[in-house]
């Protein structure tokens, strides 16, 4: 069992910066994929960004290829998604995921079982 627990939105203006954090139990952290999904108002949860147990391999959804980076810190068993260039269509609750079955992660939330509750991020434009 896994539980997650995001932290680090809020509001910013447009062209500003956001850290999120998501911070896991578990002493089994380090063979999780983890990802990063939103989910807009009135809008389906959407990936984000996604990396492997080793932090080797990452991936981004096209909208935030060049302004996103996500990286984890096994020791800490933290996940964190530093937001740049924020843009007011980045405004959603983003929730942290977890995959115990995929070195690397996916891209489909169905492959994750374990969820945080989420963080608003909210961008003004």
């Known amino acids: 069992q896994v539980q997650l627990e995001e932290s680090g939105g809020g509001l910013v203006q447009a062209g500003g910066s956001l850290r999120l954090s998501c911070a896991a139990s578990g002493r089994t952290f380090s063979t999780y994929a983890m990802a990063w999904f939103r989910q807009a108002p009135g809008k389906e949860r959407e990936f984000v960004a996604a990396i492997s147990w080793s932090g080797g391999s990452t991936s981004y959804t096209d909208s935030v290829k060049g302004r996103f980076s996500i990286s984890r810190d096994n020791a800490k068993n933290t996940v964190n998604l530093q937001m740049n260039s924020l843009k007011p269509e980045d405004t959603a609750v983003y929730y942290c995921?977890?995959?115990?079955?995929?070195?690397?992660?996916?891209?489909?939330?169905?492959?994750?079982?374990?969820w945080g509750q989420g963080t608003q991020v909210t961008v003004s434009s």
């Open positions: 995921a977890a995959d115990p079955t995929r070195y690397v992660g996916s891209s489909n939330s169905h492959h994750y079982d374990y």
